[in-house]
């Protein structure tokens, strides 16, 4: 049977969230909550990654949605400066117009085909990578935290520092959670 988080159901967990997602240690929001660590940790390690990537994949899709209809709406312009031009005998626009609307359907294709493509992983919205990493940042802020510095440089250093940011968005330091 499937563990129950305790923490989900709990009058203050916003406030829990805030505190994990600040990587706050354990016993601190323990003691603050009157919950112990266990639930805690299950919560920041399974719960909360889950959560943020359904959140991810709703921002996706509204960003989508958004993008179909600037999609529509150059197209409904086209359309309409095109029937202009034909009206007014203007051939060589009427025609510019053609190729604009043929590149405007490409590109809502494949939005529509990239939307749709539910094989595709992305191994930084993924379950199991969120965790794996919140392990290894844990496990290197803990014991060895001039390692983990080492590495947020380096990744600094080339353009990748978003790669070791935290669901709060530092770059896990502390070592708490």
């Excluded at 959560?51 to 359309?79: G, K, N, P």
């Excluded at 001039?146 to 080339?158: E, K």
Aim: aromatic letters at 2%; one cysteine or more.
């Amino acid at each position: 049977m499937p563990r129950t988080c305790t923490i989900h159901n709990h009058p203050r967990r916003r406030e829990i969230e805030q505190a994990l997602l600040a990587r706050r240690p354990y016993r601190h929001i323990a003691s603050q909550f009157g919950v112990s660590t266990t639930p805690l940790q299950h919560h920041a390690k399974v719960c909360i990654p889950d959560l943020l990537a359904r959140v991810q994949e709703f921002d996706e899709a509204a960003h989508a949605d958004d993008l179909r209809v600037l999609l529509q709406s150059e197209m409904e312009d086209i359309q309409r400066l095109k029937k202009k031009a034909e009206d007014a005998k203007d051939y060589r626009t009427a025609l510019d117009a053609c190729g604009r609307a043929l590149k405007t359907l490409e590109l809502q294709a494949r939005a529509d085909n990239i939307i749709k493509d539910e094989q595709r992983i992305n191994i930084t919205l993924s379950r199991e990578w969120i965790e794996i990493k919140a392990v290894l940042l844990g496990v290197l802020g803990e014991h060895h935290p001039a390692a983990l510095d080492d590495v947020v440089l380096t990744l600094q250093s080339r353009g990748m520092g978003r790669a070791i940011e935290t669901p709060a968005g530092d770059l896990g330091v502390n070592g708490d959670v």
